[in-house]
């Protein structure tokens, strides 16, 4: 492969890509079009939500929130410490004993609805603040985010009341107290997928976000009052991995739901062990995305482009390891490094910006350190040309070729917009190569034919694979990991077994 | 026909398009948010682009001329705006519109080959070529044989197209696929390789006279089919979406489309035309919009 990659580069070329034929930059460049935030109100502070009211930490520390794109304060949160966890578990089990344990299915299911209506009218304003606090871009809070959490509380909302349809005669009860635990990549959209299922099974919740994304979290205790839900049904506390870690050890609690590194969840697995608390963990991941030589070629493209690059490739399930049949290699990979080429990188609030800017610094320097490893590892890099703003925390696309099994950057979630490209010879080869890694969270297939479709995908150990198409999400499909990609599933009807007790 | 040395590849393989991808992606593409000044820009260019056309039965020399007008001077009070690219009429108007048009440096394009059907012997469609580029054609807009391509007898329509070129002399060939009788997507790749490879110069979705006439969709499977014979041969075809695009708006989602897939050398009215009628005067009315920040009613822009 190699050696074929020269002749990629010794091809004619335009000003645009040292490699390409086509010039994707000059005569007609696309102006400005910012999402206008004006009327969007953040505070310069917040507190914690606990017991339907916000409060003041109890030590008085509040951490600052950043706007990754261009590093400005945009707000300053509250740090809970453990008697802020204490108050919150105590409001939560007041409000599940007296209220929300004892009212009807449909009730409840009342209440959801309210809250996937009122995220509806308010989508713009979540989509915006999503995008400043997050660095996701506004195509993508505003499309996908934010759609698919109003989707997740209107579905659950549903169930409320139809849980004994859900497991047909046994007698379904709630288990109490949840505490969830989400992190920064989808905020709001993670939230939903916490809260409604455990809201419509009768838990009530202790919930918090992730210390670099906490705003759209404390927007929703705001929606949560506005929907008149009962005191104490759901509190969110902010903070650290410390505030984390008190919830997950706290006794009063009796399910667990963590979503985020592979590292934290073996931490809080090695913390449940010995205690009877539920729980499920959405973990790491490094998705393989298997491309065959009888794919819809153009299509594949375009599906590993969403794959790797969807969220500034901050997204568990991405499809970070390109595995394509050699035949077709390079073909792809200058297919690629055109379409490369016209990804635009930049302010998040912008409406045409493709990849936004990379969450934290921490992040951006996590990235970072895995491109230099690539290149010692011996990889050939391509990043596009794009230009990138000199302020805030951003990362061009970026390809590895030339890349093995035994890589870094082929075994380890990066977690950002850098796709490992190998190649495979037989179907045989594609599927020991797909599910040689510890994970196995969501992989893709892509080709014509639709046995192989179904032959190869059935023996991906992966929880979700995509058959040509890739990062669809839907609140009625279920979704999780094999291996060290986490326990149990969250959407659909396996999402309600996490939060009820059958009998 | 230089360029034919290449191998062919062979026209009996399918390549896979996934229908759901390319909608997917177009779909994807409209969100591109055109404002300010590329807005205008995009205007101004897609007016450049235009092939303004009169396809009737009841076309008669008066209605040829007044078209030729429109095509010289778009808008009457704005002379800064961009002339039309070309008028697009039948080989019995040709005559008239070259006189029409002469030094305004806008081409005649005629259709041929027994437009819109194309049912008729390949002497005809040859006789019809000649005469056309004897009057004076600039362009020649020719179908393909629909009926031949979908029996899968693509050779002849390979050498049709070829014969066609050659009767062509240094007219310009576009090649009309006729993409709402082809229907599938991968039909549509095919035709689009088999034209281009039988040397056409620009390829061309519809006649506008079956529906679905241009869509986005399969104006991209084609920009697709256009960048893969580049990458392939070294030679650039031209994109011409025909029927059905009556808005700016449309417009502009198509110049965005060329942009991603081909990149700006595209940009051009060298190889990229609109064959619209009515398109023109909404590019004229948001181009005067920009400028004075008020739509002013239809009656104030021409209708020929």
């Known amino acids: 492969m190699s050696e074929k990659k020269q002749d990629i580069e010794e091809a004619p070329f335009k000003p645009s890509s040292p490699t390409s034929k086509l010039d994707f930059r000059s005569l007609w460049e696309y102006d400005d079009a910012p999402q206008s935030a004006d009327h969007v109100e953040i505070k310069d502070k917040y507190g914690l939500f606990i017991g339907g009211k916000f409060v003041e930490p109890s030590k008085g520390r509040y951490f600052k929130t950043i706007n990754p794109s261009n590093e400005e304060v945009l707000s300053e949160i509250a740090e809970a410490t453990q008697q802020d966890v204490d108050d919150a578990v105590k409001a939560a089990n007041k409000a599940y004993k007296k209220s929300w344990s004892s009212l009807s299915g449909k009730e409840r299911g009342k209440y959801i609805f309210r809250i996937a209506r009122l995220i509806q009218e308010r989508a713009r304003e979540f989509a915006i603040i999503e995008s400043m606090d997050g660095g996701k871009p506004i195509r993508e809070s505003r499309d996908v985010d934010i759609p698919l959490a109003a989707a997740h509380f209107f579905y659950y909302a549903g169930w409320a009341d139809k849980l004994e349809y859900a497991f047909p005669n046994r007698t379904v009860e709630a288990l109490g107290v949840a505490g969830q635990i989400i992190p920064w990549n989808f905020p709001l959209l993670m939230l939903a997928w916490k809260i409604a299922p455990a809201l419509a099974c009768g838990n009530t919740v202790v919930l918090k976000p992730a210390e670099t994304t906490s705003l759209t979290a404390l927007k929703f205790a705001e929606l949560c009052q506005d929907a008149g839900l009962p005191e104490g049904v759901v509190n969110i506390v902010t903070g650290a991995g410390q505030t984390g870690s008190q919830i997950v050890n706290h006794p009063d609690i009796d399910k667990i739901a963590f979503t985020g590194s592979t590292e934290v969840g073996k931490i809080i697995m090695k913390s449940l062990a010995g205690t009877d608390k539920k729980y499920t963990l959405e973990l790491g991941g490094k998705g393989p995305n298997i491309i065959f030589e009888d794919a819809p070629i153009d299509q594949a493209v375009e599906g590993i482009i969403n794959a790797i690059f969807f969220n500034q490739g901050h997204v568990c399930c991405a499809g970070s390891r390109l595995l394509v049949q050699e035949g077709i290699a390079d073909k792809i990979i200058q297919k690629l490094r055109d379409r490369m080429e016209t990804l635009i990188v930049g302010d998040p609030l912008d409406k045409n910006t493709d990849i936004g800017a990379i969450n934290s610094k921490q992040q951006y320097e996590k990235i970072n350190e895995y491109l230099e490893i690539g290149v010692e590892e011996g990889a050939d890099i391509f990043q596009s040309s794009t230009s990138i703003p000199d302020k805030g925390f951003y990362c061009k696309p970026t390809i590895f070729t030339n890349v093995g099994q035994s890589n870094r950057v082929v075994q380890e979630e990066i977690f950002g917009p850098v796709l490992t490209i190998q190649t495979f010879r037989t179907p045989e080869e594609g599927i020991e190569k797909a599910n040689n890694t510890p994970y196995g969270l969501a992989g893709g297939v892509w080709t014509d034919k639709g046995s192989k479709i179904f032959k190869v995908g059935s023996k991906i150990r992966n929880g979700v694979v995509w058959a040509n198409t890739y990062n669809q999400f839907d609140p009625t499909s279920p979704f999780g990991g094999y291996k060290e990609s986490g326990m149990g599933r969250e959407g659909g009807m396996h999402g309600l077994q996490p939060y009820v007790k059958l009998s | ?304």
Request: proline fraction near 4%.
């Open chain 2, 1 to 304: 026909m230089e360029k034919m040395s290449q191998t062919l590849p062979d026209f009996n393989q399918t390549i896979p398009i996934d229908k759901v991808g390319i909608e997917e992606r177009v779909a994807k593409l409209n969100k591109r948010s055109i404002k300010k000044a590329s807005k205008v820009q995009a205007l101004k260019l897609a007016l450049s682009m235009v092939d303004l056309t009169t396809l009737e039965g009841m076309d008669t020399e008066g209605k040829v001329i007044q078209l030729c007008q429109k095509a010289k001077q778009p808008h009457v009070s704005h002379p800064d705006i961009p002339k039309v690219a070309a008028v697009c009429v039948y080989p019995t108007m040709v005559k008239v519109a070259k006189e029409e048009l002469k030094g305004s440096g806008i081409k005649v394009a005629s259709v041929a080959t027994a437009f819109p059907s194309g049912m008729t012997t390949l002497e005809d469609k040859l006789e019809e070529t000649q005469r056309a580029v004897d009057y004076g054609a600039d362009e020649v807009d020719m179908v393909i044989s629909r009926g031949e391509f979908l029996k899968g007898n693509y050779s002849y329509v390979f050498d049709e197209i070829a014969e066609i070129k050659e009767a062509c002399g240094n007219a310009h060939l576009k090649v009309i696929l006729e993409t709402g009788e082809l229907q599938t997507y991968e039909n549509i790749r095919k035709a689009s390789d088999i034209a281009m490879y039988a040397g056409a110069d620009f390829i061309k979705t519809s006649t506008g006279k079956i529906q679905p006439a241009a869509t986005q969709p399969v104006t991209l499977v084609m920009l697709e089919a256009i960048r893969d014979f580049y990458y392939e041969t070294d030679r650039m075809v031209g994109m011409k979406p025909a029927g059905g695009i009556r808005k700016a708006k449309q417009a502009i989602q198509y110049l965005v489309l060329v942009k991603e897939t081909l990149g700006a050398d595209w940009i051009t009215p060298k190889y990229f035309r609109f064959g619209a009628s009515s398109l023109a005067n909404d590019l004229l009315m948001q181009i005067i919009k920009q400028e004075t920040g008020v739509y002013q009613s239809a009656d104030y822009f021409s209708n020929d």
